[in-house]
């Protein structure tokens, strides 16, 4: 089907846009009342997860409500390890929890890849049929999944944490465990992004939340390494690469096979657009703090942003998910400013 | 008193070295079973810390069982923020936790600054007399304290957390507010880091934990402006300033009246280097991850990061505190590894 507006795969592959596309990371879910009003209907995230209709609904509301030029489906990076055999909860204000860990060779049991992705995970592909149904080709849907290092990472540690201390032991401890754990979450990490373009996303984004807690060298060894393998095995629709506060290889990560480079709010536009020249497009990067100020405040911060383009390489979002107690108001009004704005290249 | 081992300090002022000195962050508590004997005797960590007796007794543990280069008063940076009026628990495996916020005018109430510091906080200058007696001179004692941007976190978040979309919200909502409070705790810091030298620290070294969740124009508003005040009141001992995370801030960090910066285990030593030259003594940057593996791997990579020195104005230590349930035999190891090391500069 072709899409009414497709501004953001342009975007993505470097064509011609008339304006900068704009998207929120985490704008499914969270910030709308809408949307709660449907979580409150379910026992919990991961009953939302699962109901396709319900996933679709809430996947399709920032498109109805805040009018942004893509939607992503709403679901969880996490839903890989389950399907691997590691079984999460999420727990109200404190996150994922995995009651078990892959920490020896042993446990690896628990990091199937045998298994056909379309059984486990046949609720993500039918939502994202479900959605490009409502949708009808107004906007492009993005799939996604998590990075093999951050998935890694809750593998491992089995929680979220701030150093990922006992993630980061084994690579020291145990590289070779560490390197099958890490194919084998690559392995089904492909299978399940190209499961998802089957079912229709237009465009997919890896994200490695948890990129800045490892140094240049070892990032190279265990994190890019394996974003390669996803970048180099997808090839039916545009990619995007986000690996949050990864400053040491953000040259190194726009080298790999993709669309688009994300940016995180920390990160500085131009001194990536500096390295990267306009080979990339780049996502990002408002600091999603800025939505508290006042719709003047939003308004002027949106526009330093895009005045600090130098390129028409660029699609807009926060550098961060949106925060949950942010007024949707102020997330109309950085759409309405990024929609207005003229680009100059 | 003369010191017999004054290592660290010749290094802090860029004097002649007969080799690197080496401590670690979070040396005292948290590995030493020594230390868990003294913390199990008592109700909890709080208490070590407001007794001064036992307080002392920890932090002269690791120079007695590990030969380190250095004491590091055994302390909390949260006892500033209670000390001006906001009080808080330590609870076990979750972290601080503040019962009372500030994010309003109003709140400023529990930010005060007209008391004395020797009233409030003489548990700590008390530990350090006590610690000097115990150590005699056999290496120099340092004192610390958070950075007032890390401070303002705590005191406007209440808790740890990964992003501080509280606490930065308060920089787009009222920046005026974050400039008042950050004011007045760089005055409390102050008196405080100056009880400290009065009570006998022979160096001061100021934390800024949460440095790296600021872009770089922020945190040279809230951040490095309040370091530097603090950096430009002290000149009775060396001063070293750690800013964890502030990739983009590193030169402008350095720039300030300090005699040495701290490096966290992501940056690379050689970059931070050739932006600094010889002005500044560096110090870290081993990742505390290196710690897990086995004796000959840790000896291996603690010469690779010697190796990679280009210079003699380094003082050794992790880019991070010491993780606690590291072997106190591999800490060993790594302080033998560095001591043994013939500096080639």
């Known amino acids: 089907m072709d899409l009414e507006n497709d501004l953001l795969l342009r975007a993505a592959r470097g064509e011609q846009i008339e304006r900068y596309p704009v998207w929120l990371m985490r704008q499914a879910g969270r910030i709308l009342p809408e949307y709660r009003a449907v979580r409150g209907e379910l026992s919990g995230f991961k009953e939302l997860v699962e109901t396709p209709e319900r996933a679709a609904e809430v996947t399709v509301q920032p498109v109805d409500l805040l009018g942004v030029d893509a939607a992503i489906i709403f679901s969880d990076i996490l839903v890989v390890p389950e399907a691997m055999g590691l079984e999460y909860q999420m727990i109200e204000k404190k996150g994922p929890w995995f009651e078990k860990t892959i920490r020896?060779?042993?446990?690896?049991?628990?990091?199937?890849?045998?298994?056909?992705?379309?059984?486990?995970?046949?609720?993500?592909?039918?939502?994202?049929?479900?959605?490009?149904?409502?949708?009808?080709?107004?906007?492009?849907?993005?799939?996604?999944?998590?990075?093999?290092?951050?998935?890694?990472?809750?593998?491992?540690?089995?929680?979220?944490?701030?150093?990922?201390?006992?993630?980061?032991?084994?690579?020291?401890?145990?590289?070779?465990?560490?390197?099958?754990?890490?194919?084998?979450?690559?392995?089904?990490?492909?299978?399940?992004?190209?499961?998802?373009?089957?079912?229709?996303?237009?465009?997919?984004?890896?994200?490695?939340?948890?990129?800045?807690?490892?140094?240049?060298?070892?990032?190279?060894?265990?994190?890019?390494?394996?974003?390669?393998?996803i970048a180099n095995a997808i090839s039916e629709v545009p990619v995007t690469l986000f690996a949050k506060g990864a400053y040491n290889s953000m040259v190194d990560l726009s080298n790999l096979k993709c669309n688009t480079v994300g940016v995180d709010w920390n990160m500085r536009m131009d001194e990536i657009r500096g390295h990267v020249g306009e080979s990339r497009t780049l996502q990002g990067n408002l600091d999603p703090c800025v939505l508290y100020g006042t719709h003047s405040e939003v308004e002027k911060e949106t526009n330093n942003m895009l005045h600090s383009f130098r390129s028409r390489r660029h699609i807009v979002n926060l550098g961060h998910g949106v925060y949950p107690d942010v007024d949707p108001e102020k997330v109309k009004t950085f759409i309405k400013t990024v929609k207005s704005y003229e680009i100059q290249y």
Request: charged content about 20%; proline content about 2%; hydrophobic content about 40%.
């Open 104 to 229: 020896s060779e042993e446990a690896l049991k628990f990091a199937q890849t045998n298994f056909d992705v379309e059984d486990r995970l046949g609720y993500v592909t039918e939502a994202i049929r479900l959605t490009n149904k409502e949708l009808n080709g107004r906007v492009p849907l993005i799939g996604f999944a998590g990075a093999p290092w951050t998935i890694f990472c809750y593998m491992t540690e089995g929680q979220g944490s701030k150093t990922f201390s006992e993630s980061r032991k084994i690579l020291y401890t145990n590289p070779t465990l560490a390197h099958e754990l890490l194919n084998r979450i690559t392995d089904v990490t492909i299978q399940y992004l190209k499961a998802q373009i089957s079912a229709g996303v237009h465009l997919v984004q890896v994200f490695d939340s948890w990129a800045g807690i490892l140094g240049k060298e070892q990032y190279a060894e265990f994190g890019l390494k394996y974003m390669e393998k």
